[in-house]
């Protein structure tokens, strides 16, 4: 993990843009619409619309106009509003539901029964009564201390992860989080009893203080505001749920000074739209998004040479394009299934040296990506966990526009 990050959060026209820099290297970038409230995470007292039973799947509304899909072949974990003994879900009856993906063009949104209630170093799981301890943290001296600190808390109703963030928290931390985590989940079983139909009982915070949140406590040294009114939101949030970040919180004395133009944020955003991304050896890579995966081309471009071993700065290029890859997958957040087909090289241990290096590059993202294999022609499979929606969905057409007349 990265030391000495540096998290920038800036108001530009209608979107609070979160910056993550390694010294001036962007590594994250997130945008949040003023104007417009998330559903991801949020928990909702829903109420079964349909049910249908070839693709085994029940729809679920939680507003007046708006509804979600809800799969029936996970192991359905029914928070409901009314008593009942039957396992099967019943058309008609209420129960509470979270988003677990946001609405894409014309899919709806998907939701689960399996509630969650995350916090920095540990997630509440409503249904599951264990504790277990994120893979990324290895040691297993660690691992058992941190289990030995939660399982006290843990009930027949919820038990809880614990998050890479833990790693290095003192204990005390630990458990006023886990306290706090228990009363926010039995005053939301409560909100679901009493509060009516549709009523939106959890709501996730905003995007720019998830961020905060889910950043790794050793590795960020400063969060930084231009703006007051979010620098008064920051502070709140740091005071109430995480004081010992409290100090790491500035803002510019000098109201003059522009983080955005000091940091080229908003240029950079533009950046991370474009299809093209250059090398420095002259090549360069083609992003491609779909519905279904994400296709990365790794061209030569100007990087054609008169060399004799062609091979070798084939090699060359396609190690440069899989520390690229790395760096740009986390920077737009692209998730799902990702095809990168790098130059083609005959050597055998070429292709597994390349494999390994992407292997190392993509270990540096803290949202879990796993290289799968490499194909005779050089075509790469890799997955990302899907947290959030991909940059180039969080920003509208309108807004990318804007960006260039800037």
Not at 243 to 256: F, N, V, W
Request: glycine residues 2%.
């Amino acid at each position: 993990m990265q030391s000495n990050q540096r998290l920038v959060i800036v108001r530009w026209k209608d979107q609070i843009l979160s910056a993550l820099f390694s010294e001036r290297e962007l590594l994250e970038l997130h945008c949040d619409k003023i104007e417009e409230e998330s559903i991801l995470g949020n928990i909702y007292i829903g109420k079964v619309q349909n049910i249908v039973k070839n693709i085994n799947a029940a729809f679920v509304e939680i507003s007046d106009k708006k509804v979600c899909y809800l799969p029936l072949t996970e192991d359905l974990n029914l928070l409901r509003r009314e008593k009942n003994t039957n396992h099967k879900l019943l058309q008609g009856e209420e129960l509470l539901v979270q988003i677990s993906k946001e609405d894409v063009k014309t899919k709806a949104p998907v939701a689960t029964t399996k509630l969650s209630i995350p916090g920095k170093y540990l997630v509440l799981v409503y249904g599951k009564p264990i504790s277990c301890v994120s893979s990324k943290i290895e040691d297993p001296k660690r691992r058992q201390e941190l289990k030995n600190s939660i399982e006290p808390y843990v009930t027949e109703e919820y038990g809880f992860i614990v998050r890479t963030n833990a790693k290095n928290a003192e204990e005390n931390y630990l458990i006023q989080e886990a306290k706090v985590l228990v009363n926010r989940y039995l005053q939301l079983k409560k909100d679901g009893k009493y509060q009516n139909r549709f009523s939106k009982i959890f709501q996730m915070l905003p995007a720019y203080l998830c961020t905060i949140r889910d950043r790794d406590t050793e590795s960020l040294s400063e969060i930084i505001t231009d703006d007051p009114i979010l620098y008064q939101q920051i502070k709140e949030y740091l005071t109430c749920y995480q004081p010992e970040d409290l100090q790491k919180l500035r803002m510019p004395e000098d109201s003059s000074i522009s983080l955005d133009r000091v940091y080229r944020i908003s240029l950079q955003l533009n950046e991370a739209l474009q299809k093209r991304v250059w090398l420095k050896s002259g090549g360069y890579l083609v992003i491609e998004p779909t519905e279904a995966l994400t296709v990365i081309d790794v061209n030569t471009g100007k990087a054609v040479t008169k060399k004799k071993n062609v091979q070798e700065t084939f090699f060359q290029i396609n190690v440069e394009a899989a520390k690229e890859i790395a760096k740009q997958i986390r920077l737009r957040n692209i998730s799902g299934i990702i095809i990168i087909d790098f130059i083609n090289m005959q050597e055998e241990k070429a292709r597994e040296d390349l494999l390994y290096t992407l292997k190392e590059f993509v270990k540096q993202d803290p949202v879990k990506t796993t290289v799968i294999d490499m194909t005779a022609l050089s075509l790469v499979e890799l997955t990302r966990k899907k947290e959030r929606r991909p940059l180039y969905e969080q920003v509208e057409r309108t807004t990318v526009n804007s960006i260039k007349k800037d």
